[in-house]
């Protein structure tokens, strides 16, 4: 079982920045397909970016280049620099892995991470 643990989330005014990360203690993701997904209540979860392995990236439409997903596989970590914050980027985000999709943004990802809360103030 692959657990992934997230953090970096928090309160920020519009227009701030906030990066994001995920590990895996204990496992190695290197090969697997990686994603931030985020949720709010009442609505589904929805993709925001996936990164391959070999570095391949897609971004949500509502990134608008304002963020950046990133891995590090020394250091066996994934990132999401979130910059030009919107409130309308409040949400849970969600780290996901998985061992066998290619370049995806759809929430069908095998693995998800407990979230971390992005609250961004107008």
């Known amino acids: 079982q692959v657990r992934l643990v997230e953090s970096g989330g928090g309160s920020v005014q519009s227009g701030g920045s906030l990066r994001l990360s995920c590990e895996a203690p204990?496992?190695?993701?290197?090969?697997?397909?990686m994603g931030w997904f985020r949720q709010v209540p009442g609505k589904e979860r929805e993709g925001v970016a996936a990164?391959?392995?070999?570095?391949?990236?897609s971004y949500a439409d509502f990134v608008e280049g304002r963020f950046t997903i990133s891995r590090d596989h020394a250091k066996n970590r994934l990132y999401l620099e979130m910059d030009s914050l919107r409130p309308e980027d409040t949400a849970m985000y969600y780290c996901?892995?998985?061992?066998?999709?290619?370049?995806?943004?759809?929430?069908?990802?095998?693995?998800y991470g407990q979230g971390t809360q992005v609250t961004v103030a107008s």
């Open positions: 996901a892995a998985d061992p066998g999709l290619e370049l995806t943004l759809k929430p069908i990802f095998g693995y």
């Open positions: 990164i391959d392995s070999v570095g391949q990236t």
């Open positions: 204990r496992y190695t993701f290197a090969s697997f397909l």
